[in-house]
């Protein structure tokens, strides 16, 4: 239809039409009533948003409603297990070995949560805010400094090393697989290939592995019926340390076959910038023949790893700015506990689009009573003379800004943590639970909540935007 025809067809109106009318309504009139969040709750565990996703299934951040610690739940589906080959195998054996493995290089299994009805598996894990390869992608050429590797491969030796004295051959350690903790504890992670030993045997013998390619032995590449396990995980271990300090990997090739043929054949080349050190234990730990190659315990003492290296550049930063470091089941309980929000909590688009303006810049400046939704401090000046063992926290929806409080007086901050995660909320009581963190007075509040936050709850102290 012409543009114009339609255009007058859509002007004509009747007589009895002049109720019609067309009003502009400026965007200071418009309410903005954020979308509501479904609240789930798995066993104890609080739901949050999703971290991330792969071949298995997603990751989703979660809270423990005893302790209040952040957590991340691996959420599988069996009909897509099924269609992975070994998929299901790969998850029971992943389970099996990490209820039974505890070190802190390891990443920590705490609960297994089975839903038959909708056919899914819940495996609650230590919460991790990052990992190497992450790291490695944002950094500059792709690779860590020198220092920074070092750190990273002295943790990943300590838990291979307890791996190994346990009988597990990960058989998978690449960048990839290793996490780092919100303490910047580096963790072992990915145990769906790994194998546990028969001890009785009395040696590491092992006939297949599933690791990813590029890091792969030569015995594996060459299709060896049987190879020692343990020096699988130090050949995979030696091509991480290579990639995280050069940026690159021993062996590449534009194909499946073209790189199984350099692993197995070509020679080692060290790039001309690494440190003579850095070579001989790079060398030592690629040698194509497993026998000849090194132990771990020789990796161990090796001069590199005992050096100390200095902090000379600047280190890859884990992503401080990134969403995960945020609390994201915090909406969640929110939208759950409080029926109904207060006019003064209504945000209209007139604000909204200020604050999205502001948000544009390097450093928002936005007012901080709108910022700060996750913790209220209830402070009550004493004298010092008063009980100085009374230091809780205080969970709830709104902080007030610091520069509001009476920093003339010393404070105790006292702490009431509702009870959000009851599934009967008008049943539900206000509870108190005590942390074990007292109150400095010499700090103020609120780097006694700021370390409340970071050591008894184990969470990163944030500021969330308005949502």
């Not at 991330?52 to 589906?77: N, P």
């Not at 390891?106 to 992450?134: A, P």
């Not at 080692?268 to 070579?279: A, G």
């Not at 020789?298 to 290296?309: E, I, L, T, Y």
Request: some cysteine; aromatic content about 8%; charged content about 30%.
């Amino acid at each position: 239809m012409d543009r114009d025809l339609a255009s007058d067809r859509f002007m004509e109106f009747d007589g009895d039409d002049d109720a019609l009318l067309i009003q502009r309504i400026d965007s200071n009139e418009i309410i903005y009533c954020p979308p509501k969040r479904k609240y789930k709750l798995v066993g104890k565990y609080v739901m949050g948003d999703k971290l991330g996703e792969g071949s298995y299934g997603k990751v989703k951040e979660c809270l423990d409603s005893d302790t209040l610690q952040r957590r991340a739940v691996k959420i599988m589906k069996r009909k897509t297990l099924r269609r992975i080959p070994n998929g299901d195998q790969n998850v029971q054996r992943e389970i099996r070995l990490l209820r039974r493995l505890k070190h802190r290089n390891v990443i920590s299994l705490f609960h297994v949560y089975h839903n038959d009805e909708k056919g899914k598996i819940y495996m609650v894990m230590e919460f991790c805010v990052t990992g190497l390869q992450e790291m490695l992608d944002r950094a500059k050429d792709k690779k860590f400094p020198i220092w920074q590797a070092h750190m990273y491969f002295v943790q990943l030796v300590e838990g291979l090393e307890y791996l190994h004295s346990r009988g597990v051959v990960h058989k998978d350690i690449k960048p990839g697989n290793l996490l780092l903790s919100t303490d910047s504890s580096l963790k072992i992670s990915d145990f769906g290939v790994a194998e546990q030993l028969d001890v009785t045997t009395g040696n590491d013998e092992i006939t297949t592995s599933q690791g990813s390619p590029l890091f792969q032995p030569p015995e594996v590449a060459g299709g060896a019926r049987m190879f020692p396990g343990f020096k699988v995980d130090v050949w995979s271990a030696g091509c991480t340390l290579f990639n995280l300090t050069s940026g690159k990997y021993p062996f590449e090739g534009e194909n499946m076959f073209r790189l199984f043929e350099n692993i197995c054949e070509k020679p080692l080349v060290v790039p001309e910038e690494l440190d003579p050190v850095l070579k001989s234990l790079l060398e030592g730990m690629l040698v194509k023949d497993p026998y000849q190659r090194m132990s771990l315990a020789q990796v161990k003492v090796h001069d590199w790893c005992c050096k100390k290296h200095p902090c000379t550049d600047e280190e890859v930063s884990v992503g401080g700015d990134d969403d995960r470091h945020s609390i994201t089941i915090v909406p969640y309980l929110r939208y759950h506990y409080y029926d109904s929000e207060s006019e003064d909590e209504l945000i209209t688009e007139h604000e909204l689009n200020g604050t999205y303006k502001q948000r544009q810049g390097t450093k928002p400046k936005i007012d901080q009573t709108c910022l700060l939704q996750i913790f209220k401090r209830r402070v009550v000046p004493t004298t010092r003379g008063g009980d100085a063992n009374r230091s809780h926290v205080l969970v709830s929806n709104r902080l007030l800004p610091a520069s509001s409080l009476d920093t003339t007086h010393v404070y105790h901050i006292d702490v009431v943590i509702r009870q959000v995660f009851s599934t009967d909320r008008d049943k539900g009581k206000a509870t108190a639970r005590t942390l074990p963190i007292r109150h400095d007075v010499t700090v103020g509040p609120t780097s006694t909540l700021h370390r409340v936050l970071s050591e008894a709850l184990g969470v990163i102290w944030c500021l969330l935007l308005p949502p």
